[in-house]
């Protein structure tokens, strides 16, 4: 999504600003996730502060009884095998396999000032009130905060790929930890920065956008920005899938670096100036245009070819996007999907009639529909039923 971005166009939709390979989107202070996927399930929360999945019982698809009661979830947050969820009294509840977080240690789960959850491949980090964070999961990848960074107080948000966390300091520094193996290690050059305003991943590489509306990157596959575009200050936000990263500027343009051969802006797109937001799915972007018409590029079974159909609508207003497909809210407050089915490209009939959609909201694998009667729907997940709260 294109969240707390200051540089971003003010329009009513959400792109994929912290868009990551799994899904899992950044959760900055203060911010809410109302619907989150794992590997094997799907878990959305209603208006009514009560939790529904679908999925692997194993691994979260079935809410266990003494957390299906709850009526105060706030916001919800997976790691690859288990769901997290933030309740009103800034406590914390979590289920699925205990591998992957889904078992709270005691100290943890006494805590009251938790703020907002965030999540990798195998691990949790909640930011507490005080702006320290704490984590939990298995511990040779990221499940345990390291002594200097957990002592801590002045976090304001995190960021992850699968294997690393990042945080945002109010400094405006940044620092990272990770399991060895899958080092996010800061290059010295970057973590002596104080003008990181924003921060985006993509699979295994992060990038942040600085103060001066420049662009710098960092570990995994991707951990460069081409001199052209390093260049450049007038980024005003940015979106990632797992072989790329997307940039729009300050003219509207958009400019993309990373695996040429599946990423590269097809020219009639490259030439446009009218772009007001970008989306991502893993291997493949969608651009709204100021027209609220579309465009996409890239892998064509996760969403880098439009429907005709879609393609020649002008009265979109907000996308969406999962791993392999994406979602368009229009004017008539109708929904329009297409990529993957099993990942929300095929609407399911029950809510594809509706026509009292308000917001679109995504996790890496399924969708989900906010209504003027403040009801929820959803759909993918793994399969084509409509899920949630549908006539």
């Known amino acids: 999504m294109n969240q707390h971005n200051e540089f971003s166009f003010s329009t009513e939709t959400k792109d994929t600003f912290i868009k990551q390979r799994s899904g899992r989107k950044t959760i900055s202070y203060g911010s809410n996730d109302v619907i989150d996927s794992n590997d094997f399930g799907t878990a959305i929360l209603l208006q009514n502060g009560h939790i529904v999945a679908w999925g692997d019982t194993r691994y979260g698809g079935e809410i266990p009884p003494e957390i299906a009661q709850l009526s105060d979830i706030v916001s919800l947050s997976a790691t690859s095998g288990a769901f997290a969820a933030l309740r009103a009294d800034l406590s914390v509840v979590a289920w699925g396999d205990a591998r992957y977080g889904g078992k709270i240690p005691p100290e943890i789960a006494e805590l009251n000032d938790i703020v907002s959850l965030s999540a990798t491949q195998y691990a949790f980090a909640a930011l507490r009130a005080d702006r320290s964070v704490v984590n939990w999961g298995d511990e040779f990848y990221d499940g345990k905060t390291p002594p200097d960074i957990a002592q801590l107080n002045d976090i304001v948000s995190l960021s992850t790929t699968q294997y690393s966390f990042v945080a945002l300091r109010a400094d405006r520094s940044v620092v990272t930890w990770s399991n060895e193996y899958y080092s996010g290690e800061l290059p010295p050059d970057i973590a002596q920065l104080n003008d990181i305003v924003s921060l985006s991943s993509a699979y295994d590489s992060f990038v942040a956008l600085r103060a001066d509306r420049s662009v710098i990157a960092w570990a995994g596959s991707y951990n460069y920005v081409p001199s052209d575009m390093a260049q450049l200050n007038d980024i005003v936000s940015l979106s990632a899938n797992n072989d790329a990263f997307a940039a729009l500027r300050a003219n509207r343009s958009v400019v993309v670096w990373g695996r040429s051969d599946k990423n590269d802006v097809p020219s009639k797109i490259a030439r ?15 651009a709204l245009r100021a027209n609220r018409s579309v465009v996409a590029w890239g892998n064509i079974d996760n969403g880098g070819i439009l429907p005709l159909d879609i393609a020649q609508l002008n009265d979109i207003v907000g996308l969406s996007a999962t791993n392999s497909a994406f979602a368009a809210l229009r004017a008539d407050r ?57 006539d």
């Open 272 to 286: 446009l100036n009218d772009i007001v937001s970008l989306s991502s799915t893993n291997s493949a972007f969608s």
């Open 334 to 390: 109708s929904v329009v999907a297409w990529g993957k089915p099993s990942t929300g490209g095929f609407i399911p009939p029950e809510i594809a009639k509706l026509q009292d959609i308000v917001s679109l909201d995504s996790s890496g694998r399924a969708f989900t529909a906010l209504r003027t009667n403040g009801k929820r729907v959803g759909w993918g997940g793994g399969d084509i039923k409509a899920h949630g709260e549908y």
